[in-house]
């Protein structure tokens, strides 16, 4: 599997005053239908990944075996060129058509893109089953579409969705983190690490006891120690 990322630092100098604000910025912001991007639009445009224009970028090759396991990786600089661009809408409705057609082909795609793409699913849900095999969890909530509404409070919304496209490139964004951070911590470079610290067991303990008083039976498999496990059947 590769997976390329534009090389933004190309367009950018370091320190520069383009560099400074994006710092200062962070990230790109999401408010509902509105995006606060981190770069200017030119910049932007100079680093998307677009279908038949060279763009410098930094690739993770991992190969994979069927079961989703990792042999091993490397990371490369290079100049790819992107062959052929779907929208996520694109990429399931044609996943639909050739499944439901016993193995068609849509007019609009050759057969080798899609077999790429079929394959790229199924790899994704290898790796997805190794992950919840190490003891991840996923939070089966209801679809919302809600962002904000003005002068009314809209809350979290928190969606994950099952649509298999979606899934294969969440499951390889997840992939393409871990295999960077072991490669930082292999060269003991110094890194932003994304990670969830173990709960206080006493904490969890008081929330056990509040379900029960509301009459939701949970339960710890060992009451000294927290595993991932656990919260999967909470």
């Known amino acids: 599997i590769c997976i390329h990322l534009s090389d933004v630092a190309y367009h950018i100098a370091p320190d520069s005053p383009l560099d400074r604000e994006a710092l200062r910025r962070g990230?790109?912001?999401?408010?509902?239908?509105?995006?606060?991007?981190i770069l200017p639009e030119n910049v932007r445009q100079a680093c998307a990944l677009v279908q038949g224009q060279?763009?410098?970028?930094?690739?993770?090759?991992?190969?994979?075996?069927?079961?989703?396991?990792?042999?091993?990786?490397?990371?490369?600089?290079?100049?790819?060129?992107?062959?052929?661009?779907l929208t996520y809408s694109q990429a399931e409705a044609a996943l639909d058509f050739h499944h439901q057609k016993?193995?068609?082909?849509?007019?609009e795609l050759s057969a080798s893109v899609l077999e790429n793409l079929?394959?790229?699913?199924?790899?994704?849900?290898?790796?997805?089953?190794?992950?919840?095999?190490?003891?991840?969890?996923?939070?089966?909530?209801?679809?919302?579409?809600?962002?904000?509404?003005?002068?009314?409070?809209?809350?979290v919304v928190v969606r994950?969705?099952?649509a298999i496209v979606q899934c294969m490139v969440r499951e390889l964004s997840i992939l393409c983190n871990q295999c960077i951070g072991e490669h930082l911590q292999a060269l003991g470079i110094p890194a932003i690490h994304c990670v969830h610290p173990v709960p206080d067991l006493e904490d969890v303990q008081?929330?056990?006891?509040?379900?029960?008083?509301?009459?939701?039976?949970?339960?710890?498999?060992?009451?000294?120690?927290?595993y991932p496990t656990d919260f999967k059947q909470f």
């Open 27 to 37: 990230t790109s912001i999401c408010l509902g239908n509105t995006v606060i991007p």
């Open 160 to 162: 994950l969705s099952n």
């Open 118 to 155: 079929d394959r790229l699913c199924q790899l994704g849900q290898a790796i997805r089953d190794q992950r919840i095999q190490r003891g991840s969890f996923e939070l089966a909530l209801p679809e919302s579409h809600r962002f904000f509404e003005i002068e009314e409070p809209s809350g």
């Open 102 to 107: 016993e193995g068609a082909t849509p007019s």
């Open 206 to 226: 008081d929330a056990i006891k509040l379900a029960s008083n509301m009459g939701v039976d949970l339960w710890l498999e060992d009451e000294e120690t927290l």
């Open 54 to 85: 060279e763009r410098l970028a930094l690739s993770l090759l991992i190969v994979v075996d069927a079961t989703g396991e990792v042999a091993g990786f490397e990371i490369q600089p290079s100049t790819i060129e992107v062959d052929y661009q």
